[in-house]
T-cell receptor, first 116, second 110 residues
């Protein structure tokens, strides 16, 4: 149950604040992901890192800035967010990435973000 | 057309009943298929991978129909604890990235 951890679990921030979300995985995985989940919508992939290198940036606004200092840690830096950015932000990890197959992804508990 | 489509439900079933639902995917070249469950305000958790020949894990049975491009999940002898949203997850063709359905909600009542 503690394979992927995220902090904080809840965050309320104003539009002018700067905050960071943290994710840590203890599974020995090589790939890490940030997803956004809004109410009643499918998960949206935001960023992917493989072996600390960013391999995907899904047209995410620059007010979201990821950082992956090593294969176990992933951050999402937030600044000047908008109310529509309020959502559940989920971190996930997987064994790796490959061309045609997907490994199972394991999710952290998420950070529920409210932008006021 | 959405990459992954699911009936949102809810499927309301009594304890002990069998419930089944499908998910359709748009790209015939997809190779990896999963069912995840997500409890209210919690993270998705892997329930089971779906293999070509179909597979079973206890009370849960998953099937893949490549010709019609759908996967199914059947839950036998439903428990109250099975109440959750079930997410259908398919990889993008020739890609590692996953496409998530919006989920099917199942509510098991006593």
């Amino acid at each position: 149950e503690t394979g992927v951890t995220q902090t904080p679990r809840h965050l309320v921030m104003g539009m002018t604040n700067k905050k960071s979300l943290k994710c840590e995985q203890h599974l020995g995985h090589n790939a890490m992901y940030w997803y956004k989940q809004s109410a009643k919508k499918p998960l949206e992939l935001m960023f992917v890192y493989s072996l600390e290198e960013r391999v995907e940036n899904n047209s995410v606004p620059s007010r979201f800035s990821p950082e992956c200092p090593n294969s176990s840690h992933l951050f999402l830096h937030l600044h000047t967010l908008q109310p529509e950015d309020s959502a559940l932000y989920l971190c996930a990890s997987s064994q790796g990435i490959s061309g045609g197959l997907s490994y199972e992804q394991y999710f952290g508990p998420g950070t529920r973000l409210t932008v006021t | 057309r959405k990459e992954v489509e699911q009936d949102p439900g809810p499927f309301n079933v009594p304890e002990g009943a069998t419930v089944a639902f499908n998910c359709t995917y748009s790209n015939s070249a997809s190779q990896s298929f999963f069912w995840y469950r997500q409890d209210c305000r919690k993270e998705p958790k892997l329930l089971m991978s779906v293999y070509s020949s179909g597979n079973e894990d206890g009370r849960f049975t998953a099937q893949l129909n490549r010709a019609s491009q759908y996967i199914s999940l059947l839950i036998r002898d439903s428990k109250l604890s099975d109440s959750a949203t079930y997410l259908c997850v398919v990889n993008k063709a020739n890609d590692y990235k996953l496409s998530f359905g919006a989920g099917t909600t199942v509510t098991v009542r006593a």
